[in-house]
């Protein structure tokens, strides 16, 4: 299978029905049905009712002034437009060494995201320690912990109910001691209003800068595709308070498409960097915008 | 500012040419129908159900006559909340009993929608009634999810039946002859996260549907979730025939139109709302603030209701009588602020307040208490007489009240200007019969 191979499979699911959609699409003329349907498809897919109709708006402009006829020709530079948008968002390279810090509401897939991480950073020949930082929800360490084992790796916890800036001061000891290429922080689920919580985490910020400076600290929101335009909310409350430095897409191997990144990576000015495509060990990708996008259609 | 207001300012300019004639036209609703879609749509109700939800609203408003105690805004927005409120259904968290013991109570729905929190919380709940529930582990796949079952039944104080990685279907039928055994009379089964096109993984739902076939089969939503809310409660309903739905998260921010999303599709009642990660937070559903905040009108009367448990009793029946009478005033505005610094908990309130909720970033702790401070100091600097009539505030008095309170004219402009809203809203919402304590 190839780069790519799996996520396109993912995407493929709905593919048929887009296709079709888009089919009908075809057969009309470009007039106000086309931008309709192409604005309800962009809604159906959680990208923001004010993007859908900016964007479908610049479009119907750009037909108007270049006269365009050709609706392949108009939806391939709809496409293209759609990529540059998600492109704006930037890259990141993993430089060692590392901590990455997984942050994220309830659920939607930090701690396996870890694992997968773990195994992939493991395979590219890097060391790897994790630290269970989540000290908050019942047997969150012990997740971790399979985890941990699935991919090999050392991970550092402590008792359930413990204060998680203590994990991490001991994980931060123990990777330095080790010389670890790349420790990756798993934190507890946290819904961006509770106050509390948020100002626990900036803690855990804080220490990391503190205890290792010369670390390059990445600090990465994982995003569920399911979720709809809360996700923007969350990203926005989250980068307020610790800083977001890039995203993670999980759960793309359902139908949901997670459209809102398209405007918000560019409001973030932070990329997706990884897209999480299943439950097992080997279902994580790099993101890869023109792909994304060609999947939406 | 509230999104309540960003959507009846919006109304408001469409009706701006209105009040001449009598009765509302079929373009000016469709106007307005413009913005309730975008409305719903921002709340991610999805795009179908909100299209069939804007005909069926737009044939009730047409021709209605404007009523002499409404604007045309208050009037659309009253149509919309009241078929809102009709569409979702009523107040009903009853959970069905078997005429013979055990009842079986089966979890269902996507990774990470809080399934096993529930249980949990469930399992707690009928205890507290009475109940000798037993939880039940079926998610044999996510790693150490049957050891946070566990953890979540100890501090329930209900005991966990579990088999390992063994199959579910045979795990669930072994536990309700240990239910028979040994008295438990409600049997709750968790079972694992999974997608509703996994085809192997929802066989093996109704395989447990068919082997221990279940009073209650729930099917819990994550109230963040987008467009794909019908699709998924559409399949899942399909293939188990669910009883119920559950709404898991409302403790954050989002709107939940994914509420009217699965109800639509799926005709079944909401039974429960999970509002919290401690095991207490479960919550009967009100169709009628879910209305209010897929509108986004402020969770006003869930903040009363919250309100009242710091509020004496005492306090509450007079702020109500305020409400129904409309003389809530300035001095009343101050009393709420001051009773929900008491609460604790302070984000979430206040999340619900119009003219603080919203769009304003609620993660600053700093920005909140620095507001409410404002506020507090805007209103403590009024006389009397103007707190309880703000009307009589001219421009020598609002200077006073700057300068007495280190504000500014415009932070003062717009304390009024929540203060009018929140009552208008309370008015609002007394005429609508949803107001209630
Ligand atoms: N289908 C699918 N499920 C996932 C994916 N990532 C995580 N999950 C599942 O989502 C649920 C929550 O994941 P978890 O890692 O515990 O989330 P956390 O609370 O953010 O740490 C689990 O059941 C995972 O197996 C993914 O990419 N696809
Ligand atoms: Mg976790």
């Given at each position: 299978?190839?780069?790519?191979?799996?996520?396109?499979?993912?995407?493929?699911?709905t593919?048929?029905?887009?296709?079709?959609?888009?089919?009908?699409?075809?057969?009309?003329?470009?007039?106000?049905?086309?931008?309709?349907?192409?604005?309800?498809l962009?809604?159906?897919?959680?990208?923001?009712?004010?993007?859908?109709?900016?964007?479908?708006?610049?479009?119907?402009?750009?037909?108007?002034?270049?006269?365009?006829?050709?609706?392949?020709?108009?939806?391939?530079?709809?496409?293209?437009?759609?990529?540059?948008?998600?492109?704006?968002?930037?890259?990141?390279?993993?430089?060692?060494?590392?901590?990455?810090?997984?942050?994220?509401?309830?659920?939607?897939?930090?701690?396996?995201?870890?694992?997968?991480?773990?195994?992939?950073?493991?395979?590219?020949?890097?060391?790897?320690?994790?630290?269970?930082?989540?000290?908050?929800?019942?047997?969150?360490?012990?997740?971790?912990?399979?985890?941990?084992?699935?991919?090999?790796?050392?991970?550092?916890?402590?008792?359930?109910?413990?204060?998680?800036?203590?994990?991490v001061?001991?994980?931060?000891?123990?990777?330095k001691?080790k010389?670890?290429?790349?420790?990756?922080?798993?934190?507890?689920?946290?819904?961006?209003?509770?106050?509390?919580?948020?100002?626990?985490?900036?803690?855990?910020?804080?220490?990391?800068?503190?205890?290792?400076?010369?670390?390059?600290?990445y600090?990465?929101?994982?995003?569920?595709?399911?979720?709809?335009?809360n996700a923007?909310?969350?990203v926005?409350?989250?980068?307020?308070?610790?800083?977001?430095?890039?995203?993670?897409?999980?759960?793309?191997?359902?139908?949901?498409?997670?459209?809102?990144?398209?405007?918000?990576?560019?409001?973030?000015?932070?990329?997706?960097?990884?897209?999480?495509t299943?439950?097992?060990?080997?279902?994580i990708?790099?993101?890869?915008?023109?792909?994304?996008?060609?999947?939406?259609? | 500012?509230?999104?309540?207001s960003?959507l009846?300012?919006?109304?408001?300019?469409?009706?701006?040419?209105?009040?001449?004639?009598g009765?509302?036209?079929?373009?000016?609703?469709?106007?307005?129908?413009?913005?309730?879609?975008?409305?719903?749509l921002?709340?991610?109700?999805?795009?179908?159900?909100?299209?069939?939800?804007i005909?069926?609203?737009?044939?009730?408003?047409?021709?209605?006559?404007?009523?002499?105690?409404?604007?045309?805004?208050?009037?659309?927005?009253?149509?919309?909340?009241?078929?809102?409120?009709?569409?979702?259904?009523?107040?009903?968290?009853?959970?069905?009993?078997?005429?013979?013991?055990?009842?079986?109570?089966?979890?269902?729905?996507?990774q990470?929608a809080?399934?096993?929190?529930?249980?949990?919380?469930?399992?707690?709940?009928?205890?507290?009634q009475?109940?000798?529930?037993?939880?039940v582990?079926?998610?044999?796949?996510?790693?150490?999810?049957?050891?946070?079952?566990?953890?979540?039944?100890?501090?329930?104080?209900?005991?966990?039946?579990?088999?390992?990685?063994?199959?579910?279907?045979k795990?669930?039928?072994?536990?309700?002859?240990?239910?028979?055994?040994?008295?438990?009379?409600?049997?709750?089964i968790?079972?694992?996260?999974?997608?509703?096109?996994?085809?192997?993984?929802?066989?093996?739902?109704?395989?447990?549907?068919?082997?221990?076939?279940?009073?209650?089969?729930l099917?819990?939503?994550?109230?963040?979730?987008?467009?794909?809310?019908?699709?998924?409660?559409?399949?899942?309903?399909?293939?188990?025939?669910?009883?119920?739905?559950?709404?898991?998260?409302?403790?954050?921010?989002?709107?939940?139109?994914?509420?009217?999303?699965?109800?639509?599709?799926?005709?079944?009642?909401?039974?429960?709302?999970?509002?919290?990660?401690?095991?207490?937070?479960?919550?009967?559903f009100?169709?009628?603030?879910?209305?209010?905040?897929?509108?986004?009108?402020g969770?006003?009367?869930?903040l009363?209701?919250?309100?009242?448990?710091a509020?004496?009793?005492?306090?509450?029946?007079?702020l109500?009588?305020?409400?129904?009478?409309?003389?809530?005033?300035?001095?009343?505005?101050?009393t709420?602020?001051?009773?929900?610094?008491?609460?604790?908990?302070?984000?979430?309130?206040?999340?619900?307040?119009?003219?603080?909720?919203?769009?304003?970033?609620?993660?600053?702790?700093n920005?909140?208490e620095?507001?409410?401070?404002?506020?507090?100091?805007?209103?403590?600097?009024?006389?009397?007489?103007?707190?309880?009539?703000?009307?009589?505030?001219?421009?020598?008095?609002?200077?006073?009240?700057?300068?007495?309170?280190?504000?500014?004219?415009?932070?003062?402009?717009?304390?009024?200007?929540?203060?009018?809203?929140?009552?208008?809203?309370?008015?609002?919402?007394?005429?609508?019969?949803?107001?209630?304590?």
């Amino acid at each position: 299978m190839g780069l790519f191979g799996k996520f396109k499979n993912a995407l493929n699911k709905t593919k048929q029905s887009f296709l079709s959609k888009l089919d009908d699409l075809f057969k009309r003329s470009i007039g106000d049905d086309f931008f309709d349907e192409l604005e309800e498809l962009l809604i159906s897919s959680d990208v923001s009712v004010k993007t859908s109709m900016e964007i479908v708006e610049n479009l119907r402009d750009r037909v108007k002034t270049e006269r365009l006829k050709d609706k392949d020709f108009v939806i391939e530079i709809f496409k293209e437009e759609l990529t540059n948008m998600l492109l704006e968002g930037g890259k990141v390279e993993i430089e060692t060494p590392a901590i990455i810090m997984l942050v994220g509401v309830n659920g939607v897939g930090k701690t396996t995201t870890i694992g997968k991480l773990a195994n992939k950073f493991i395979k590219e020949g890097k060391s790897v320690t994790i630290a269970a930082a989540d000290t908050f929800r019942a047997a969150a360490a012990d997740q971790l912990s399979v985890w941990a084992d699935r991919a090999k790796v050392r991970i550092i916890k402590h008792q359930e109910g413990g204060d998680p800036s203590a994990v991490v001061f001991d994980a931060i000891a123990s990777a330095k001691a080790k010389e670890t290429d790349i420790l990756i922080i798993d934190t507890a689920g946290r819904l961006h209003v509770k106050a509390n919580l948020m100002e626990e985490l900036k803690k855990m910020d804080k220490i990391i800068k503190r205890e290792y400076p010369e670390a390059n600290l990445y600090k990465l929101m994982v995003l569920d595709a399911t979720t709809g335009q809360n996700a923007f909310s969350q990203v926005e409350a989250f980068d307020k308070d610790i800083g977001i430095n890039g995203l993670v897409l999980t759960k793309l191997d359902g139908t949901a498409k997670g459209g809102f990144i398209i405007s918000l990576s560019r409001e973030l000015e932070a990329p997706v960097c990884f897209v999480g495509t299943g439950e097992k060990i080997d279902d994580i990708e790099d993101f890869d915008a023109k792909e994304f996008i060609e999947g939406l259609f | 500012m509230a999104l309540f207001s960003s959507l009846s300012e919006k109304l408001n300019h469409v009706f701006s040419k209105l009040t001449k004639h009598g009765r509302l036209t079929e373009l000016e609703i469709k106007q307005a129908m413009r913005e309730i879609r975008i409305a719903l749509l921002e709340a991610d109700v999805n795009i179908v159900v909100a299209k069939q939800f804007i005909n069926k609203v737009s044939e009730k408003a047409v021709g209605q006559e404007i009523l002499k105690s409404l604007s045309p805004t208050q009037q659309v927005i009253k149509i919309v909340n009241e078929e809102l409120i009709a569409l979702m259904g009523s107040t009903n968290s009853k959970l069905e009993v078997s005429g013979s013991s055990p009842t079986v109570i089966m979890m269902s729905g996507l990774q990470g929608a809080g399934k096993t929190t529930l249980c949990g919380k469930l399992a707690l709940y009928l205890k507290k009634q009475g109940k000798n529930p037993l939880l039940v582990g079926c998610d044999i796949y996510r790693p150490a999810a049957i050891e946070q079952l566990k953890v979540v039944g100890g501090n329930a104080g209900v005991e966990v039946f579990e088999k390992g990685t063994q199959d579910p279907v045979k795990t669930s039928e072994q536990a309700i002859k240990h239910a028979k055994s040994y008295g438990f009379d409600t049997v709750i089964i968790d079972t694992a996260g999974r997608l509703q096109i996994d085809e192997d993984m929802m066989q093996e739902l109704e395989r447990v549907k068919k082997a221990v076939n279940p009073t209650e089969i729930l099917l819990v939503i994550d109230s963040m979730i987008g467009q794909v809310a019908v699709e998924v409660a559409d399949t899942f309903n399909k293939r188990l025939e669910v009883t119920g739905l559950v709404l898991t998260k409302l403790d954050g921010d989002t709107r939940g139109g994914a509420t009217l999303s699965a109800k639509a599709v799926t005709g079944k009642p909401i039974k429960f709302c999970s509002t919290g990660e401690k095991l207490g937070d479960l919550e009967p559903f009100y169709p009628d603030r879910m209305a209010s905040r897929i509108l986004g009108m402020g969770d006003v009367l869930t903040l009363i209701e919250r309100a009242e448990t710091a509020i004496s009793e005492e306090q509450a029946k007079k702020l109500e009588k305020k409400f129904r009478e409309n003389t809530f005033t300035l001095e009343d505005y101050l009393t709420q602020f001051d009773a929900i610094k008491n609460m604790g908990g302070i984000k979430d309130l206040l999340s619900m307040m119009p003219g603080l909720g919203g769009k304003m970033n609620l993660s600053n702790l700093n920005i909140d208490e620095k507001q409410v401070g404002q506020i507090k100091a805007i209103i403590l600097s009024m006389t009397k007489k103007e707190r309880r009539d703000p009307s009589i505030l001219n421009a020598s008095r609002k200077k006073r009240i700057v300068e007495g309170s280190g504000t500014t004219v415009q932070e003062v402009n717009k304390l009024l200007k929540n203060f009018e809203q929140t009552k208008q809203m309370m008015k609002q919402m007394k005429n609508n019969k949803m107001f209630r304590f």
